[in-house]
């Protein structure tokens, strides 16, 4: 083997080995096509690939060395060889035709198949390549055109990759912004849940705080009765009081030294002062005066206590209580606002056991149950004291019953339906808020999660409460 | 154009004459051809060369050329009536400088540009990549000239002249009208002996054929002259056995060895690259004058204006200087025959294309640039 046929082969090998040093399209294609200008000492070359388009081959420029070969009139004239499109069939003849060695009068050139990608142009100045050197070539341009199809397949596996990528981060971009709406809803929604919770509060409170006004007067009246005789009673103690007191004075005289004369004299004095002041009868009518005080002062305790169980604050926590009590006490402080239109009868059950539950809450629930039956009874019979009120409670099994029952005229059918949404009401605008039974309803079925039912006819109306022995 | 030669090679001397020629208002570029041993310092430089209101450019070279002489000491300055757009690229041996990115679009609107004129600092690295870049951008739509500065001592310093001083591991790149002809030829012969590159990073080759490239260097060379080669003295064998990267049905691209590594390395100026087809060429004398010749030739006919007055410009390499010895003087004489005046350098390394081949970095190799004056 000649020296000439060394340098040749290594020097194919050289422009081979060149080819294929990287995936991405334009730096293999400029560090290949360097190699092989450099080599073949072209003076400029450019890849192109084919297309389809509208069923017809085009070429594409891909990459050329230099980058401003296309406006190379040698390279321009080059091209003119080729057809800038044809049909599909026509591609296998353009392609047999290859390679295809010419001369313009701006150089040489030659144009070479890169394999099912497209063709290579190389210009050269000084002379054509040699025929032999164009069949050495075919192999290590086979090799680029695989290259190229790597480099293709690469790009595309690339942009598909970064099409994924893009959409996963779009997806994700999306799902944290949906995340985030929704956890602004959720937030939005709990500080609605937490107004109206507040509202409801404070709604529950009013209700209360307006019942308390309702039964202010009342409840002055019925401590107004018993203070009225506990001041005339007081009143008369004084005056027995003052009776009393000279004859106290002079049996403060009395003394066991004096003489006999002394002692008989004060004893006298003490015998005339009883007698003018009738002090026997006094004595008893004081006794009697004592005893109705403390019986109206009971009274008032009561009913002060009632109000104060019934008013003070509300709490949201449950703890045992006793329903029987409460609802005594409710008849209490309410007394004034029914005793007037109805008699009310009270059969408690003494074996109701106490129960777990929010007795303030409970509390509204039965003053709201008096108020409304007092209302429905009025209505229907004004002061006439026809009314009838049944307050029962009953020991079930699992619950506490609670009944209230009037021989009003009762709900009509077609709103009885209605009766616990709130902001219904039939009363007349200013007296009922219709809130009552909403918030009842709300008490015993959501809070205590016990039950509230109403049979009505012309009758009258039942409200059954039942309430679980375990909240 | 006005050329004008100082021989004393001084600062002053540049200065003096430099405002001499810039008194004619339609200087618009500035030229200069310096050596090596020229009393040339930044320190004492650079202050009037920022202060320049026009382009200047040149290097400091181990030797020049006036006419038909050889100087080692002494500056050439050319006042330039036509304008030229200077672009300057610093650190060029850094890896990480892109230089297609750095000359990007910077001539592609200078629709008048003919010739571009490049003096790179040659002891840095990556000077062929920066050719090809400058290829693949603009082509062979001009002519290409230019050859790198540096010293002879190897070291790398500054060498390159510019507006902004004198930069070393720079290069300066040069668009101009002036139009041109082109020749280059180097007159070395393979000794039919063919390498592969099997390691190399840059102008450094660390293997032929899978062995140390200093080993096999040594064995070719002494076998052919009959000498011993050493690391030590190694220049001054080498110089008459220059490596060249081989092409297909055209001429070789000559490097120049002039150093071995301690790892047996051999270094170049200029790349080598790796898988690279390489030989090892010697010469004669007669071959090396006749070459240069041959470019004076080529470069002339390359010339197709019809100017009556012209420059020459004579860019050799050093080590052609070096391989000829007193018989250098016959290079000079052949190629400053014609009429016209004759300017030139001794370069570590050769910058050229007729507009024809690939544009390439050469080593030991003339370099004739004709250009309208």
């Known amino acids: 083997m000649t020296v000439e046929n060394i340098r040749e082969i290594q020097l194919f090998y050289e422009i081979s080995i060149s080819i294929g040093q990287s995936l991405d399209l334009n730096k293999m294609l400029r560090e290949s096509l360097s190699v092989i200008l450099r080599k073949l000492n072209c003076s400029g070359g450019g890849v192109h690939f084919y297309e389809t388009e509208k069923n017809k081959y085009v070429y594409k420029d891909v990459f050329s060395t230099p980058r401003n070969i296309s406006k190379n009139i040698a390279y321009i004239e080059a091209l003119k060889m080729l057809p800038r499109e044809m049909a599909l069939k026509q591609k296998s003849e353009f392609i047999s035709e290859l390679p295809l060695l010419g001369e313009s009068d701006y150089g040489f050139y030659v144009i070479m198949e890169l394999p099912d990608v497209g063709f290579l142009v190389l210009l050269r100045n000084n002379a054509q390549l040699s025929d032999e050197i164009v069949k050495s070539l075919k192999l290590p341009l086979s090799k680029l055109a695989v290259s190229c199809i790597s480099c293709k397949q690469n790009m595309e596996l690339s942009l598909s990759r970064e099409r994924l990528e893009k959409g996963v981060k779009e997806r994700t971009l999306e799902l944290l912004r949906s995340n985030e709406q929704l956890k602004q809803e959720i937030e939005e929604r709990k500080r609605i849940e937490g107004e109206r919770l507040r509202m409801e509060v404070e709604l529950r409170e009013s209700k209360k705080m307006e019942s308390v006004g309702t039964l202010a007067a009342g409840v002055a009246h019925e401590i107004n009765t018993p203070m009225q005789y506990i001041t005339d009673n007081t009143a008369f103690l004084k005056k027995f009081i003052d009776m009393v007191d000279p004859i106290l004075r002079k049996i403060e005289e009395f003394d066991f030294e004096d003489d006999n004369d002394r002692s008989m004299e004060l004893f006298w004095d003490v015998r005339n002062l009883f007698n003018e002041n009738k002090v026997a009868f006094m004595r008893e009518e004081a006794i009697d005066a004592i005893n109705d005080s403390l019986e109206g002062i009971k009274q008032v305790r009561n009913i002060i206590l009632a109000m104060k169980e019934f008013a003070h604050p509300g709490t949201k926590a449950k703890s045992i209580s006793d329903i029987n009590k409460a609802l005594e006490n409710i008849l209490t402080i309410s007394r004034n606002v029914w005793k007037y239109t109805a008699k009310l009868e009270l059969e408690l059950d003494h074996t109701l056991p106490e129960i777990n539950c929010n007795i303030d809450e409970l509390n509204q629930v039965f003053l709201n149950m008096i108020v409304n039956a007092t209302d429905a009874l009025e209505e229907k019979y004004g002061k006439s004291m026809e009314g009838r009120i049944f307050v029962r409670t009953k020991n079930s099994n699992d619950s506490v019953i609670i009944e209230f029952e009037d021989n009003g005229s009762g709900i009509p059918a077609e709103i009885i339906d209605k009766i616990y949404d709130p902001f219904f009401t039939t009363k007349e605008v200013g007296k009922g808020s219709g809130q009552g039974l909403a918030i009842s309803y709300d008490i015993i079925v959501n809070k205590h999660k016990g039950f509230i039912d109403v049979e009505s006819s012309e009758k009258g109306t039942l409200f059954k409460i039942a309430l679980p022995l375990k909240i | ?373």
């Open chain 2, 1 to 373: 154009m006005d050329i004008r030669f100082d021989r004393t090679g001084s600062a002053s001397g540049l200065k003096e004459i430099t405002r001499d020629i810039l008194k004619n208002k339609d200087i618009k570029t500035l030229f200069v051809l310096g050596c090596d041993l020229n009393d040339f310092t930044p320190e004492l430089l650079d202050p009037f060369l920022k202060s320049l209101k026009i382009p200047i450019y040149g290097g400091l070279f181990p030797s020049i050329v006036f006419n038909n002489e050889k100087i080692d000491k002494g500056t050439i300055i050319c006042g330039i009536t036509t304008e030229s757009n200077i672009k300057i690229i610093h650190e060029i041996s850094n890896k990480e400088t892109d230089f297609e990115f750095l000359i990007g679009d910077t001539y592609n609107h200078y629709m008048n540009m003919k010739t571009m004129f490049i003096i790179v600092d040659g002891i840095s690295k990556r000077i062929a990549e920066l050719i090809e870049s400058l290829f693949n951008i603009y082509g062979l739509d001009i002519n290409y000239l230019g050859g790198s500065a540096g010293s002879m001592s190897f070291e790398m310093k500054p060498c390159v002249i510019s507006n902004e001083g004198l930069l070393q591991d720079a290069a300066i790149i040069v668009g101009s009208e002036i139009k041109s002809g082109v020749g280059v030829n180097h007159g070395w012969k393979s000794i039919n002996k063919v390498f592969r590159v099997t390691e190399s990073d840059k102008n450094t080759i660390y293997s032929l054929n899978w062995r140390p490239a200093f080993e096999v260097y040594k064995e070719v060379v002494e076998e052919h002259s009959g000498k011993k080669l050493t690391k030590e003295s190694f220049f001054s064998l080498a110089k008459y056995y220059p490596l060249a990267i081989s092409k297909l049905d055209a001429e070789s691209i000559v490097r120049a060895p002039f150093y071995v590594g301690k790892d047996d390395s051999i270094v170049c100026f200029g790349e080598v690259h790796q898988e690279s087809v390489i030989e090892i060429f010697t010469s004669d004398p007669d071959s090396i004058i006749n070459a240069a010749e041959k470019a004076l030739n080529s470069g002339m006919n390359a010339f197709s204006e019809n100017e009556s007055d012209r420059l020459v410009v004579f860019i050799d390499c050093i080590s052609r200087s070096l391989v000829l010895g007193n018989k250098f003087q016959e290079e000079l004489n052949v190629v400053s025959k014609t009429k016209f005046q004759t300017i030139g350098a001794l370069t570590l390394g050769e910058i050229a294309n007729n507009g024809k081949d690939y544009l390439e970095f050469y080593n030991t190799t003339a370099v004739i640039g004709v250009l309208s004056k």
